[in-house]
Nanobody
Framework: VQLQASGGGLVQAGGSLILSCGDR????????VGWFRQAPGKEREFVAL????????FYGLSVKGRFTIVRDNTKNTASLQMNNLRPEDTAVYYC???????????????WGQGTLVTVSS
């Protein structure tokens, strides 16, 4: 698994962005994909995850109702649709993969390099 996150950028509060996670290894369809984020001076936190098959999803409380995670197993990609963005959503966003259902970053085996999202007020 070789993950690559993309799609970050600068957006005004209330705006939207779509982050994408691609797998150059071509096996992402077999893994749960999670998104995590790390704001300046803060610990990395869970954002959302999607399992490989159902697909079932789970969201962190701070993003539930605003963010949507989806995947396309035919393209080995997973995306995070982020709506109604807030300044506190500013962070580096990471996608990660694991072979089980987990929102704990310590469980994830594979990580992308991160993409920066900046939300201006």
């Amino acid at each position: 698994v070789q993950l690559q996150a993309s799609g970050g950028g600068l957006v005004q509060a209330g705006g939207s962005l779509i982050l994408s996670c691609g797998d150059r290894g071509g096996t992402l369809s077999k893994f749960t994909v999670g998104w995590f984020r790390q704001a300046p001076g803060k610990e990395r936190e869970f954002v959302a995850l999607i399992d490989p098959v159902s697909p079932s999803t789970f969201y962190g409380l701070s993003v539930k109702g605003r963010f949507t995670i989806v995947r396309d197993n035919t393209k080995n990609t997973a995306s995070l649709q982020m709506n109604n963005l807030r300044p506190e959503d500013t962070a580096v966003y990471y996608c990660a993969a694991v072979r089980l259902w987990s929102s704990f970053q310590r469980d994830y085996d594979y990580w992308g390099q991160g993409t920066l999202v900046t939300v201006s007020s």
